[in-house]
């Protein structure tokens, strides 16, 4: 979420500390997972907070100086300009879509891990994730024209 290496270094760290200081706080109710994923956001929103700044967008630009030094057949040139427009169209998404999405597609968890983590019902999350990729689509389509 902050595409920088060193600071998500330095944030998997303190999510650790978090861990270890607030350990009582896992009542075994329910999956660790959660609510590790929940101490890990709520430590990415504090940082955000406290340098009173956003997370870093990734600069398109990284793409072309890959494509540009390699040998790429076709078929990997037009895949790699689809990721580029798929990251273009996830940087044009709101911070909270894009952590849903990331929940959800990326890291994999179910609707009801995602409503613990983000202090909500599954059937919020089902519907903001369903807005979310709707957004997504339009964002991707907007740019591919």
């Known amino acids: 979420m902050t595409r920088q290496k060193e600071l998500s270094e330095d944030l998997v760290q303190n ?3 978090r861990m270890l200081k607030y350990n009582d706080g896992f009542q075994g109710y329910g ?3 959660t609510w590790m994923y929940r101490i890990a956001r709520n430590t990415l929103y504090d940082h955000f907070k406290k340098v009173k700044s956003t997370p870093v967008h ?3 630009k990284d793409y072309e100086t890959k494509i540009a030094g390699e040998q790429f057949s076709d ?3 037009e895949k790699e300009q689809e990721l580029k427009l798929l ?3 996830m940087e044009k998404l709101s911070t909270e879509n894009r952590e849903l999405l990331f929940l959800c597609r ?3 968890l179910k609707y009801n891990e995602i409503a613990k983590i983000l202090n909500t019902t599954e059937g919020a999350i089902k519907v903001r994730i369903h ?3 709707n957004q997504l689509k339009s964002n991707y389509l907007e740019i591919d024209h």
Do not use: M, N, S
Request: proline content about 0%.
């Open 31 to 33: 999956e660790f997972k």
């Open 75 to 77: 078929a990997q040139i």
């Open 131 to 133: 807005r979310a990729l």
């Open 87 to 89: 990251e273009v169209a």
């Open 15 to 17: 999510v650790f500390i």
């Open 58 to 60: 990734t600069d398109v």
């Open 106 to 108: 990326f890291e994999e």
